[in-house]
């Protein structure tokens, strides 16, 4: 599956918008952002947008926003053979195929639909293609939002693909942020610390899956390639790059360059994930671009961050819940009935847990394991624990778990000096790096769970009951 075949899919499920005539100054970014915020599923949905003849462009330069911010379009993407009724059960759909994937190699080929077009030297000119200026407040124009990072090890070899933000500084030069701690940072930090330069491939407007996969905790050492393949049950086809590194056979726009050491310009601000402008502008390295590879009329993919719920916050908090699920059974946590993570809380700041207890301090031993396991550690903040009688998908039932089941006294704990990043909007710059978590059981405590008052609501039974019998007055 490339981009246009999946498209076409997205058209056929009625989910597709095309816009023409935007401005890429601003009024693509708005739209986007508009278009995210008025939903409620399942009675609407956040359709995936198709601009096109954008102002100063010629017709058929495109940029595309709103990947998967549908069950719909996540499970198509997932490849999911059946629609998930509810979101914890689309949770649990995708926790169950990230858990039984058998990775898939790439495999190398000699052409594909990205060598429509490929500039080179005097020839390369970024500015040709219609990258968008996102937020109004952010420092210059951003082309990789959607788009993956490819790196090497150049130790051990492995290959990263890495969802990073990448500015367009010139015709030729693009800025490269990376956090710290993601393993694209690392491989890029390896390669300065030798003073070597360090080859990346930017690919932008791939299958929508290898975007996915590019934004979330895949294991230390493994491809998100691989992991790509395995879902798809068929190797991803690449060609091989100047730099030995692998191009996406059938992405829509390939950059492949260097960067070098202590070769620094100014990057940012940008809008990020957050929902805030969490890190100002500063130095950052730069990729000297030294070949540019596009299909016919390529189409960008873009997903610009924004105050939440925005363009990523819905299949990111979707993937990032089944991942914890599998990393927290990795670890040996029993019973866990479920995980959540909150498009209010950015997909990584407000965690939910829903356990059945099993023994005295098994809601703490969730919450700690969780909280610091590969999937949720990074920048997290909240991790919430509750019985598994609690909707975690509703916000009234979490906080209604926390007000009555939580004496804070008792069942809250703070972790210290955590992992944190730059984009951290309510750490002072002197202690960006490093956040607290904040733990809360909100579950009925163990010792009284025999006597704990019962809860007020209509039992199962009368509720079937009533339904039966009022089902034209309740349903209409």
């Known amino acids: 599956m490339d981009l246009r075949s999946w498209l076409a899919q997205v058209e056929g499920m009625g989910e597709l918008k095309v816009v023409r005539g935007a401005d890429w100054r601003l009024e693509i970014g708005a739209i986007t952002e508009i278009f995210q915020k008025p939903w409620q599923w399942p009675q609407g949905v956040r359709p995936c947008l198709l601009f096109d003849e954008i102002k100063d462009y010629p017709k058929g330069f495109r940029v595309m926003t709103g990947i998967a911010s549908s069950p719909r379009r996540l499970a198509l993407t997932l490849g999911l053979e059946r629609e ?98 993601k393993h694209g940072r690392l491989h890029r930090d390896r390669y300065f610390e030798k003073t070597m330069a360090c080859p990346v491939v930017v690919s932008i407007g791939d299958d929508p899956l290898l975007y996915l996969l590019g934004g979330k905790e895949i294991d230390y050492g493994v491809c998100e390639l691989e992991v790509a393949g395995g879902i798809r049950g068929e190797a991803v086809e690449v060609i091989e790059g100047i730099y030995g590194l692998p191009l996406p056979a059938h992405g829509e726009l390939v950059i492949e ?33 030294r070949r540019v590879l596009y299909r016919d009329d390529p189409i960008i993919c873009g997903a610009p961050p924004s105050k939440p719920p925005n363009e990523n916050s819905f299949p990111s908090s979707i993937l990032r819940a089944a991942m914890i699920w599998n990393d927290a059974e990795r670890l ?23 356990i059945k207890q099993r023994y ?26 509750v019985d598994d009688d609690i909707d975690i998908t509703k916000l009234d039932d979490v906080i209604w778990a926390i007000c009555t089941r939580c ?35 909100a579950c009925k405590p163990f010792e009284r769970l025999p006597i704990f008052p019962k809860v007020v609501q209509v039992s199962k039974e009368l509720h079937q009951q009533v339904m039966k019998k009022w089902h034209e007055v309740l349903v209409n």
Request: aromatic share 10%; hydrophobic share 35%; charged share 25%.
């Open 332 to 354: 040996g946590i029993p019973d866990i009935r479920g995980v959540f993570c909150h498009e209010a809380g950015a997909h990584r700041l407000f965690v939910v847990v829903s």
């Open 257 to 289: 360059g260097e960067a070098i050491p202590g070769e620094l310009r100014r990057e940012g601000p940008f809008g990020e994930w957050t929902g805030y402008y969490g890190s100002s502008a500063r130095p950052e390295p730069v990729i000297k671009v």
């Open 84 to 181: 998930p009724r509810d979101l914890l059960s689309l949770v649990r759909e995708i926790k169950g195929v990230l858990k039984s994937v058998k990775r898939i190699p790439y495999r190398f080929v000699d052409d594909g639909p990205i060598l429509a077009n490929v500039d080179e030297g005097e020839r390369i000119d970024l500015t040709k293609f219609p990258v968008p200026l996102w937020h109004e407040d952010d420092g210059g124009r951003y082309l990789g939002t959607g788009s993956i990072t490819i790196t090497r090890d150049p130790d051990e070899g492995w290959v990263n693909c890495g969802t990073y933000r990448v500015m367009l500084h010139d015709e030729r030069t693009l800025g490269f942020y990376i956090s710290p701690g």
């Open 407 to 441: 004496d804070p006294e008792y069942d809250i704990d703070i972790l210290r000096r955590c992992w944190s990043g730059p984009l951290d909007p309510v750490i002072p710059e002197e202690r960006k790096g490093f956040s607290s978590r904040a733990i809360i059981d």
């Open 360 to 385: 005295p301090g098994h809601a703490r031993q969730a919450a700690l394991a969780i909280s610091q396991c590969h999937s949720a550690a990074y920048l997290g903040r909240f991790v919430v624990v």
